[in-house]
């Protein structure tokens, strides 16, 4: 019996980058398709000389790929600084930003599951790669043009290849707007979770030699993640958070698995969701820096956001899912802040792409301004804040439908939610439908502010719903509506 050779795949970069199932469609073959398009883009660019930055995680096998990446490049001359061990995602922006690089690329799939891995592209400008150019890479990898490769080991020996170690510059570029001494005098315990990952040992290493009481967990490289995906939500992080009530620590800080998104927990080992890590990022950078720039949100994102612009005086943009739309928009604002969903948050003061360890460390500068006027604990901060910017009860599901019934599922709600949107859901009255920019869904609000969004996926098998309500109760009815609505 004789099987045809599979098809080439086609590579299609979604809300951050193009992710795939290791030795399915993520193969070395496919990453190099990838790397020549990268290097297709910079050459038609004319920065050849500005060369790329490669990075990548603690997946499996990633330095491998990133190696496989770097001698397509090479083989265009294209000089390269080659990650000199596993980093979070933002080092290469942060590196692409401090050598004007061309481009960056990161061999990671950020939070997916550990059978998966990714190929991310950042801009000259550190944010992820906007759908412009994007848009030019994928139409060269379409192209299917042959490509060459040349020997790392010959390249590197030719002087076309700097391996950089990130921590020391990026201290320095940290130190520019958070005081990190005045962080490590605090009498404070903090927990914190990286899952795994590759920021594993940064905030304890940032944090180190002064007072404060740093505590770190799961530091070894586990390309399983334990089991788990390594997304900081729940319940992939409810043994930190056990751990944080049993050890009575103040509080906890968490990553993702290439460390660009951020979470964290009050002293009860309570969960703090995005949503709300979203307006308390906000809320310090008004209250506690003085700031007023813009800020910009997903369109999934929390509308405590909006309440906060009106008292603060801050305008409030709102994007398409994904920092490839977020990170752009900060840039043409001049915002100090981008907010995902999915824990990722950019600081114009910082980088205009997800850092996950500074998100965190100015979670942490926020709850000890709070502590300092006399606001303790954790959970009093949040309560105070809630008083302030509204109530956020969220949530999200994913529903994952079988892969040969997607394509039919996915016309059946974008189709019949178009001609046919819901009138009630849950017997809440719809105030307004509003369609999705980019075609993939629907976002229904009910007149108290409560909000539904449902969107399909355009890489995996499944349908995201969200809701953020201003109670429990219309939380889990209006999340209760939606997954109706995807089964049909």
Same mark, same amino acid.
């Given at each position: 019996?004789?099987?045809?050779?599979?098809?080439?795949?086609?590579i299609?970069?979604?809300?951050?980058?193009?992710?795939?199932?290791?030795?399915?469609?993520?193969?070395?073959?496919?990453?190099?398709?990838?790397a020549?398009?990268?290097?297709?883009?910079?050459?038609?660019k004319?920065?050849?000389?500005?060369?790329?930055?490669?990075?990548?995680?603690?997946?499996?096998?990633?330095?491998?790929?990133?190696?496989?990446?770097?001698?397509?490049?090479l083989?265009?001359?294209?000089?390269?600084?080659?990650?000199?061990?596993a980093?979070?995602?933002?080092?290469?922006? +942060?590196?692409?930003?401090?050598?004007?690089?061309?481009?960056?690329?990161?061999?990671?799939?950020?939070?997916?599951?550990?059978?998966?891995?990714?190929f991310?592209?950042?801009?000259?400008?550190?944010?992820?790669?906007?759908?412009?150019?994007?848009?030019?890479?994928?139409?060269?990898i379409?192209?299917?043009?042959?490509?060459?490769?040349?020997?790392?080991?010959?390249?590197?020996?030719?002087?076309?290849?700097?391996?950089?170690?990130?921590?020391?510059?990026?201290?320095?570029?940290?130190?520019?707007?958070?005081?990190?001494?005045?962080?490590?005098?605090?009498?404070?315990?903090?927990l914190?979770?990286?899952?795994?990952?590759?920021?594993?040992?940064?905030?304890?290493?940032?944090?180190?030699?002064?007072?404060?009481r740093?505590?770190?967990?799961?530091?070894?490289?586990?390309?399983?993640?334990?089991?788990?995906?390594?997304?900081?939500?729940?319940?992939?992080?409810?043994?930190?958070?056990?751990?944080?009530?049993?050890?009575?620590h103040?509080?906890?800080?968490?990553?993702?698995?290439?460390?660009?998104?951020?979470?964290?927990?009050?002293?009860?080992?309570?969960?703090?969701?995005?949503?709300?890590?979203?307006?308390?990022?906000?809320y310090?950078?008004?209250?506690?820096?003085?700031?007023?720039?813009?800020?910009?949100?997903?369109?999934?994102?929390?509308?405590?956001?909006?309440?906060?612009?009106?008292?603060?005086?801050?305008?409030?943009?709102?994007?398409?899912?994904?920092?490839?739309?977020?990170?752009?928009?900060?840039?043409?604002?001049?915002?100090?802040?981008?907010?995902?969903?999915?824990?990722?948050?950019?600081?114009?003061?910082?980088?205009?792409?997800?850092?996950?360890?500074?998100?965190?460390?100015?979670?942490?500068?926020?709850?000890?301004?709070?502590?300092?006027?006399?606001?303790?604990?954790?959970?009093?901060?949040?309560?105070e804040?809630?008083?302030l910017?509204?109530?956020?009860?969220?949530?999200?599901?994913?529903?994952?439908?079988?892969?040969?019934?997607?394509?039919?599922?996915?016309?059946?709600?974008?189709?019949?939610?178009?001609?046919?949107?819901?009138?009630?859901?849950d017997?809440?009255?719809?105030?307004?439908?509003?369609?999705?920019?980019?075609?993939?869904?629907?976002?229904?609000?009910?007149?108290?502010?409560?909000?539904?969004?449902?969107?399909?996926?355009?890489?995996e098998?499944?349908?995201?719903? +969200?809701?953020?309500?201003?109670?429990?109760?219309?939380?889990?009815?209006?999340?209760?509506?939606?997954?109706?609505?995807?089964?049909?």
């Amino acid at each position: 019996m004789t099987n045809d050779a599979p098809p080439q795949a086609q590579i299609v970069f979604g809300t951050d980058g193009w992710r795939a199932r290791i030795a399915d469609e993520f193969t070395f073959d496919n990453v190099r398709r990838c790397a020549d398009g990268v290097a297709r883009y910079v050459l038609g660019k004319g920065d050849r000389e500005k060369g790329v930055v490669v990075a990548y995680d603690r997946r499996f096998a990633s330095e491998h790929f990133a190696m496989a990446a770097s001698e397509v490049l090479l083989a265009h001359d294209i000089p390269i600084a080659f990650a000199a061990h596993a980093v979070p995602t933002q080092m290469s922006s +942060y590196e692409v930003v401090e050598r004007g690089a061309a481009a960056g690329i990161v061999i990671t799939a950020s939070h997916n599951p550990w059978t998966d891995n990714g190929f991310k592209v950042k801009a000259p400008t550190g944010s992820a790669g906007g759908p412009d150019m994007l848009e030019v890479i994928e139409a060269a990898i379409a192209a299917g043009e042959p490509f060459e490769r040349r020997p790392f080991a010959d390249a590197e020996a030719a002087g076309l290849v700097e391996r950089f170690d990130p921590f020391p510059g990026y201290e320095r570029y940290v130190r520019r707007t958070l005081d990190l001494d005045a962080l490590r005098a605090a009498e404070v315990s903090v927990l914190v979770e990286p899952m795994w990952g590759a920021g594993a040992g940064w905030i304890s290493r940032l944090l180190r030699g002064g007072s404060i009481r740093v505590t770190e967990i799961h530091q070894e490289r586990n390309p399983y993640f334990g089991g788990v995906n390594p997304e900081p939500i729940r319940p992939n992080v409810d043994e930190a958070l056990g751990i944080i009530a049993r050890d009575g620590h103040d509080l906890g800080l968490l990553l993702d698995g290439d460390a660009d998104r951020a979470g964290a927990a009050d002293e009860r080992g309570t969960f703090i969701h995005q949503l709300e890590v979203s307006g308390l990022l906000m809320y310090y950078l008004a209250e506690h820096r003085g700031l007023r720039q813009p800020v910009v949100i997903s369109v999934n994102n929390t509308s405590t956001a909006g309440h906060l612009g009106e008292k603060y005086g801050i305008d409030v943009h709102e994007t398409s899912v994904g920092f490839k739309y977020i990170g752009p928009k900060m840039i043409e604002t001049g915002a100090m802040m981008g907010a995902e969903e999915s824990g990722g948050y950019g600081f114009g003061m910082h980088l205009p792409e997800r850092d996950g360890i500074y998100a965190d460390l100015l979670l942490l500068d926020l709850f000890l301004r709070e502590k300092a006027r006399g606001v303790w604990p954790v959970s009093r901060i949040l309560a105070e804040f809630h008083e302030l910017a509204g109530p956020s009860y969220y949530r999200r599901v994913d529903v994952h439908v079988e892969r040969g019934a997607y394509a039919e599922t996915k016309r059946r709600l974008l189709e019949g939610l178009a001609e046919t949107p819901p009138s009630s859901l849950d017997g809440r009255s719809v105030a307004r439908t509003q369609a999705l920019d980019t075609r993939d869904g629907f976002k229904f609000f009910v007149p108290d502010g409560s909000w539904l969004l449902i969107r399909t996926s355009g890489t995996e098998p499944l349908v995201r719903v +969200y809701t953020e309500a201003s109670s429990p109760e219309a939380r889990d009815a209006l999340i209760a509506a939606g997954e109706r609505l995807v089964r049909g």
